[in-house]
């Protein structure tokens, strides 16, 4: 497993996002799956800068593996308000994109990136686990 | 990730912007700083070349409605040109396409644009 931690601020997304850019590709990912975990990894990122820490500045912690060769597993780590993903509703996907709300489009893109999406709070910490199985 | 911003007019009023690279958190206000100008009642048409696009999250999306929403404001027309595969998939999962005029080339676009144009010039005959 490899890991990174750095503050949660959107400065350091360049560099938690090449972090796990790397991390797919040692996997062998192809170039739409791992845009996939792009795309999910920056949603719940910024979700993350944007909420955990409306008081004081905290950190965020990424690490990578792989299991059992198939699976790509992302947990993504903060100490900030508990924050259980689950609970945030689906975007109103019918109303005309002129009128629509702002609000939870990330989080609905980041859900339907990946194959899986697990959220627990364990003491301290959020941990949002995304799952991409390599096959398709 | 870098994002290139190009921006063309492409004939009166009518505008094309060309984002190059990834449209993210990072990049997305560089693109709304070359529109702002553009979001003024001289603006007929404005376009997005996605030709060149690799990339788009919903930073970048939100953008996107903004120019929608701002041309519909000045009685203009949005609309959108060669959508990569991937930049494709991501506006029908939140199924913005319906709301978007989009074109699979710019020889198809032209084609529109001219008959929108003959269209006004007759109006006003």
């Not at chain 2, 953008?63 to 060669?82: P, Q």
């Amino acid at each position: 497993m490899s890991k990174i931690r750095l503050q949660a601020k959107i400065e350091n997304l360049e560099r938690l996002m090449q972090f796990v850019l790397a991390c797919a590709k040692r996997q062998g990912f192809t170039q739409k799956r791992i845009q996939a975990i792009e795309l999910a990894t920056e949603e719940a990122l910024v979700n993350i800068f944007t909420y955990a820490y409306p008081e004081h500045t905290g950190e965020v912690e990424l690490r990578c593996k792989m299991d059992d060769e198939t699976r790509f597993i992302l947990e993504i780590l903060d100490t900030g308000i508990p924050f259980n993903i689950h609970s945030i509703s689906e975007p109103d996907l019918t109303e005309n994109i002129s009128n629509r709300k702002i609000g939870g489009l990330g989080i609905f893109l980041m859900r339907k990136m990946v194959d899986e999406v697990q959220y627990r709070r364990d003491e301290e910490n959020n941990i949002l686990t995304l799952i991409i199985h390599k096959v398709v | 990730m870098q994002l290139k911003v190009d921006v063309k007019e492409r004939g009166k009023g009518v505008y094309m912007v060309m984002p190059e690279g990834h449209l993210d958190s990072n990049t997305y206000l560089m693109l709304e700083e070359k529109l702002n100008p553009l979001f003024a009642a001289s603006t007929k048409v404005l376009i997005f070349d996605l030709s060149r696009l690799d990339y788009i999250s919903s930073a970048g999306l939100r953008v996107v409605f903004k120019a929608k929403k701002a041309l519909k404001e000045i009685n203009g027309s949005f609309m959108m040109a060669n959508l990569k595969p991937q930049i494709k998939k991501v506006f029908d999962i939140i199924n913005a396409l319906p709301d978007i005029r989009v074109f699979k080339s710019l020889e198809e676009m032209d084609t529109y644009l001219d008959v929108m144009q003959r269209q006004e010039i007759e109006k006003q005959q």
